[in-house]
């Protein structure tokens, strides 16, 4: 594993175990909010980390390229083991970037109920918000 | 090769559905008429779809070039596959016809909003995305997308109530998707691989599960709690169903029984052959199924009771599948089908009497036979259909679940379904005899109410129930030759 | 003894409720004590029978002792946030713990 790769998985599981600690220690609404996009975020870069190659090549699709395509198409390119041992693994890219997407759907839905919430009790401690709950029944 | 048009069809069309009774909200009589037709072509869909496997963009199975890639076996799916079998026309037709009954129901009211329906269909593409995918990234990517779309439906009914259970909702939500992404990502690492099919036949390859992939377990099944709903997540799930418009409760709950099979069965055949995952999935669903019986039981509120009933039933589905067996993962997912419409039929009943009555507390209704003698009558039906007493579905699905405990070795848990059923009926027949029978009554129904679609659908649901608990194997045998055919 | 335990339930559920409630109190009372003794048996069948024999007894006395168990998962199972958290947690924990400890991984 290159050291980029480990540093990378370590602030990554920083990044989880510090975002799992505020959604389930932390009393104010917002930073349970963040507390939970901060798991996507460690997610994500772990993900990346996945995909590193030091000096690694960017797969690129050029006209030429086919789905059926086997080693001897690769042949006016490096050769086709050449080009594998070289290129950067693309799939994780795409991954992160469909979370990017999710991320930030789910984080402007919690932001959008918090202000919501606010607006009803005028708090932003989860204490007063939630355990109030009970009296309404 | 098989290469179906029609099976991403069933995910796609739902989404242009969604957008187009979106763009068109607040144009009461446009939103009807989309709402009407998709409706219509969304259950034609799935019944004339033939089995296969759908390829995104034609990529084939091709050579994996194992010298090079270090991938565990000889060949792989290039892309994203959809599998479309007999389980998953089955568990489609169900989820369409009971969608097209809420959407009936959502666009039948004075206020129709072309925002909710577009949620509900957006749920039904994701469900159905879920049933069908055999790519693990997408399937994390739509069990997401019904978060955001359940939350939504829950947070239209803009009580102060519903919102924090949507937040709640979203809080573990974010959660258990950054654990089953993160489990993905693991898996990712270590084989190299997203299909579940090849990942495997990858895990049987390479020989026993390393940390890493321990780990990934691990997490994933936190996921598969969150989405099944069941403990520590029952809470949750039983407060959105309570939270939302009963109708949609019936669907939610529907969706969640659902995605349970979908996981279970997903998480099942990727590792398969660890004997310690199907122990953990047991524990929790003994679990599942007593607090929510027991929580149940202690309600006073129709919409809770239901929701707790729900929860535990979810359980014993949870239950079926994870005592392992081919005959008790069979005995599972049949008891899931059964039951979705059983309880859609109380959801539905509580929603009418909600409309009639403006409330759900038990202790103020009463005397409801005289109001809607019809829908007691079908309340009663449901209470002992879900039970399961024959001639009704739950009996045949309950019946195997028990004979599946006792042969896997486990008659201790034929004595706990069969405890369950009866804390099940008598938390409902004693819902039945408070709105129904129960003399003396606080609140006058609303004589404007007629409940005509509500009455027409539910009659319809009891005459499935009824139809499945005479034929079973109609239902059952496609289920059971899936499951033995998967080799779970 | 079941007059003390009728009037413990009825004290204790007051407000949910005449003789029905009581009486679904009742089932999920027996509900619970039911599951605890299947648990027990479930995880002390695989040992010894002596064992087997003496633990299920035991189990049935303590539960028969602390009845009612109902009130005490009821308050477990609030809507709180917080709850559910320590819930979540835990599992989490347990989860991780089982499958590592499973596999031998762990020493």
Not at chain 3, 59 to 69: E, H, Q, R, Y
């Amino acid at each position: 594993m290159e050291p980029f790769q480990v540093g990378a998985f370590l602030t990554a599981g920083i990044l989880v175990i510090t975002g799992l600690w505020a959604v389930i220690m932390m009393d104010n609404i917002l930073k349970k909010v963040i507390g939970a996009n901060l798991i996507g975020d460690g997610v994500n870069l772990v993900l990346i980390g996945i995909g590193y190659r030091p000096g690694g090549l960017v797969p690129e699709v050029t006209h030429q390229f086919h789905a059926t395509a086997v080693p001897s198409s690769f042949s006016h390119f490096l050769a086709f083991n050449e080009f594998a041992n070289q290129a950067s693994y693309s799939l994780p890219f795409a991954l992160v970037l469909t979370n990017i997407v999710i991320g930030a759907s789910t984080l402007s839905v919690m932001l959008a109920l918090s202000v919501v919430l606010y607006h009803k009790y005028h708090t932003l401690s989860v204490q007063k918000i939630f355990e109030g709950m009970e009296e309404e029944d | 090769m098989f290469n179906s048009t029609l099976i991403p069809l069933m995910v796609v069309f739902p989404l242009i559905a969604a957008v187009l009774v979106n763009f068109m909200h607040q144009k009461n009589m446009s939103v009807k008429i989309i709402a009407i037709v998709s409706s219509i072509v969304v259950i034609l869909v799935p019944l004339m779809t033939l089995y296969g496997v759908h390829l995104f963009s034609g990529h084939i199975r091709t050579e994996s070039f194992p010298g090079i890639s270090k991938l565990l076996i000889p060949d792989v799916y290039m892309g994203i596959v959809y599998s479309y079998g007999a389980l998953q026309k089955i568990l489609l037709a169900l989820l369409t016809v009971v969608t097209v009954f809420v959407v009936m129901l959502s666009i039948t009211r004075k206020l129709i909003s072309g925002v909710y329906v577009a949620m509900i269909f957006i749920s039904l593409a994701s469900v159905s995305a879920i049933i069908l995918a055999d790519d693990f990234f997408n399937f994390f990517v739509f069990t997401e997308v019904l978060t955001v779309a359940q939350a939504a439906l829950v947070i239209a009914v803009k009580e102060t109530k519903s919102h924090k259970a949507a937040f709640k909702y979203m809080i573990f939500g974010n959660i258990s998707g950054g654990s089953i992404l993160l489990g993905i990502a693991l898996l990712l690492g270590v084989y190299g691989l997203l299909n579940m099919t090849d990942l495997s036949n990858a895990i049987k390859a390479g020989g026993a599960l390393q940390p890493v992939a321990l780990t990934a377990v691990a997490l994933i099944t936190v996921g598969w709690l969150y989405e099944s709903g069941l403990f520590p997540f029952h809470i949750v799930k039983s407060n959105m169903y309570e939270n939302a418009i009963p109708e949609t409760a019936a669907l939610l709950q529907l969706q969640s029984k659902f995605v349970l099979v979908a996981m279970s069965i997903a998480l099942l055949r990727i590792f398969s052959g660890y004997p310690l995952l199907k122990s953990v999935m047991l524990g929790f669903a003994i679990f599942t199924v007593v607090i929510g019986s027991v929580m149940g039981l202690q309600q006073t509120d129709l919409r809770k009771l239901l929701s707790f009933v729900a929860v535990g039933q979810a359980g014993l589905v949870a239950m079926g599948i994870g005592l392992g067996t081919p005959f008790s993962i069979s005995a599972g997912v049949f008891h899931a089908i059964n039951d979705v419409l059983s309880m859609a039929i109380l959801f539905f009943v509580a929603g009418f009497i909600l409309e009639s009555y403006k409330t759900t507390k038990l202790d103020q209704l009463g005397e409801g036979l005289k109001k809607a003698p019809l829908v007691g009558l079908i309340m009663f039906l449901a209470t002992i259909a879900i039970s399961g007493v024959p001639p009704f579905n739950s009996y045949q699905s309950e019946l195997r679940l028990i004979q599946s405990a006792v042969q896997a070795g486990y008659p201790e848990l034929g004595i706990l379904v069969i405890l369950l059923s009866v804390a099940t009926f008598v938390a409902i027949i004693k819902a039945f005899y408070m709105i129904f029978l129960k003399p003396g009554t606080n609140i006058e129904a609303d004589p404007k109410v007629r409940g005509t679609m509500h009455k027409t659908i539910i009659v319809i649901l009891i005459v499935m129930c009824l139809f499945i608990g005479l034929f079973p194997n109609l239902i059952y045998d496609p289920i059971y030759n899936t499951i033995v055919a998967l080799g779970v | 003894m079941l007059d003390k335990i009728y009037e413990i339930f009825h004290d204790r559920m007051i407000h949910k409720g005449k003789g029905v409630g009581i009486g679904s109190g009742f089932t999920s009372e027996f509900l619970m004590i039911s599951f605890f003794l299947i648990a027990g048996i479930l995880v002390l069948r695989t040992a010894n029978s002596v064992l087997f024999a003496l633990g299920s007894m035991v189990i049935l006395a303590a539960i028969l002792f602390t009845v009612p168990t109902v009130f005490r998962v009821e308050k477990e199972n609030t809507d709180s946030i917080n709850l559910t958290c320590f819930y979540v947690a835990l599992s989490i924990a347990v989860l991780l713990i089982v499958f590592y400890a499973g596999s031998g991984v762990l020493i």
